[in-house]
């Protein structure tokens, strides 16, 4: 089992920065891959950003979010962080840590909400 729980979330005003932390425990070994996925009311829930534990593959974003979100890890606190930029409204959302292990199971978080003003 891994359990995730996302951090950092709040209120912004557009332009500003914020940055989520993901901090995972359990079964760490068993993790392959972490991303971040958000949910605005009423649509689905999107992929921004993962990254590959180990190895030397480049992370992953949305083309919405490149250039203003890093993506990263800090294993001396075993989270991974999503490091924000520039926000925008349209940013507005929940957004969820996911961990998924080298046999495919999938973990979520609870979530943690970002609100950007204009």
């Known amino acids: 089992q891994v359990q995730l729980v996302e951090s950092g979330g709040g209120r912004v005003q557009a332009g500003g920065s914020l940055t989520l932390s993901c901090a995972a425990s359990?079964?760490?070994?068993?993790?392959?891959?972490v991303g971040w996925y958000r949910q605005a009311p009423g649509t689905q829930r999107e992929l921004v950003a993962t990254?590959?534990?180990?190895?030397?593959?480049?992370?992953n974003y949305a083309d919405s979010v490149k250039g203003r979100f890093t993506i990263y890890r800090n294993n001396a606190k075993n989270t991974v962080n999503l490091e924000m930029h520039n926000l925008r409204p349209d940013d507005t959302a929940v957004y969820y840590c996911n961990a998924q292990t080298a046999t495919s199971r999938r973990y979520w978080g609870q979530g943690t909400q970002v609100t950007v003003s204009s």
């Open positions: 990254i590959v534990l180990g190895g030397d593959a480049s992370p």
């Open positions: 359990g079964m760490l070994f068993s993790i392959r891959v």
